[in-house]
């Protein structure tokens, strides 16, 4: 701890209220300069410095979130912004499934910063409902096209991408759709070692979920 | 997964504040799709911003909606003499500190209302998981103006004079409320410190 006994005008002190601000680049010159030119020379300014960045770091990282109720969040905002959106873009003009997708995520953009798993699995599950939609709308008119997506993964906001690659590989998981607003990759695997492959997948540290989710219908 | 990428800074504040100004512009004229965008891209900093100061998920929800909303129905109160995301910050925190002064019940567990899940692996992550939920119980008893000045330097990345306009207050007070706030903040991390790599 670099606390220090401050006097009026101290230039620790003046330092010190600063470096929050010197940290984030916000600084203008003439206040970065005053900072650099008594942090050349006093050490235990430049250890403040050290856990003011390591300070910064965890806050910014905090995943504050809140249990918010999809269900109702969605009434209240989404109901809006669909007819907003019915409103400016014609359904011809972009694939029904892609409005469909882009409306359901919205509320889920909230889930950006969400941590608890029973609140991911609620987006997951809300960003997700459109792919059906798709696989029936697609299904009708051009059956090559069907992503077959029938899981669903999402990973750590701090997973190596090789070790998710691997692990997919793993699996014999390939993604055909993702990242949705809330993190969620859809995920097609065989559907006989679909089982095998989540419980494969659920056990890796860096993977918060690995569902099954609404199975392909017969062809 | 957190988008601290949207930072101004990182795709030239000027060229985003010049284009945020035209999309307030084609929103005074009712342009849906120009609203559309900026909702995506405030909604989540918004949200996190009322969650810190207000820890009340229902009244976030409503305060966020209230706040964006004005954007949309009365365009006409953005004059364009600030950058639209002072201007949308200042209206969500007005409005969540009068819905504070409205809220009269005390928080009955605001470590379950803002709090940190332990993913997949605790044993894992038991000592970041530590140094986080240390974190966020020195915050909550933090003021919500202490919690908003964090908030918006911290993950926000504002300056102080941004921050003094948000807040409506002197530039003096924005420093005096982060320096006490982080020395609070670093008084309850004293014994954590070495779980930070
Ligand atoms: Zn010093």
Redesign the pocket.
Same mark, same amino acid.
């Given at each position: 701890m670099a606390d220090?006994i401050f006097l009026r005008d101290d230039? &620790?002190r003046s330092?010190?209220m600063l470096l929050p601000w010197y940290v984030n680049g916000q600084l203008d010159a003439s206040d970065a300069a005053a900072v650099e030119a &008594?942090l050349c020379q !006093?050490d235990? !300014?430049r250890a403040a410095l050290d856990e003011e960045a390591r300070l910064k770091k965890e806050i910014a990282a905090l995943p504050v979130h809140a249990d918010l109720g999809w269900e109702k969040l969605q009434r209240r905002l989404a109901p809006d912004l669909m007819d907003l959106q019915d409103d400016v873009r014609r359904p011809e003009k972009q694939p029904r499934f892609h409005q469909a997708w882009r409306n359901m995520a919205r509320p889920a953009v909230l889930g950006a910063f969400a941590g608890a798993q029973i609140m991911l699995l609620a987006v997951a599950v809300l960003a997700f409902r459109p792919m059906a939609d798709r696989a029936e709308y697609r299904s009708l008119g051009a059956p090559a096209a069907r992503p077959g997506g029938n899981a669903i993964v999402m990973f750590r906001p701090d997973a190596v991408e090789q070790d998710m690659r691997l692990a997919l590989d793993h699996a014999g998981a390939r993604i055909v759709e993702g990242p949705t607003a809330a993190g969620a990759y859809v995920l097609n695997i065989s559907p006989d070692r679909r089982d095998a492959a989540l419980r494969d997948l659920q056990e890796r540290s860096f993977i918060l979920l690995a569902q099954p989710i609404e199975p392909d219908p017969p062809r | 997964m957190i988008e601290p990428a949207d930072h101004v800074e990182a795709k030239g504040g000027d060229a985003r504040n010049r284009e945020e100004l035209r999309l307030a512009a084609r929103i005074g004229r009712r342009d849906l799709k120009a609203f559309e965008t900026i909702y995506r891209r405030y909604q989540p900093r918004l949200a996190r911003f009322l969650l810190h100061i207000l820890r009340r998920p229902h009244l976030v929800e409503e305060v966020l909606d209230d706040t964006l909303m004005v954007l949309w129905n009365r365009p006409d109160s953005f004059a364009g003499r600030s950058k639209l995301s002072t201007w949308l910050f200042s209206i969500a925190y007005r409005k969540a500190m009068m819905a504070l002064r409205k809220q009269e019940d005390p928080i009955e567990d605001q470590a379950g209302e803002e709090r940190i899940s332990p993913g997949s692996s605790p044993e894992q992550h038991a000592g970041a998981n530590r140094v986080k939920t240390v974190l966020l119980e020195a915050l909550s008893r933090l003021s919500a103006d202490h919690r908003a000045v964090v908030d918006l330097t911290y993950f926000h990345e504002m300056g102080y004079r941004e921050i003094a306009q948000i807040m409506d207050c002197p530039v003096d007070t924005v420093k005096t409320r982060m320096f006490h706030a982080r020395r609070h903040l670093r008084q309850e991390l004293a014994g954590e410190f070495s779980d930070w790599v």
């Open positions: 220090i230039p &620790h330092t010190q &008594h !006093c235990a !300014c | -």
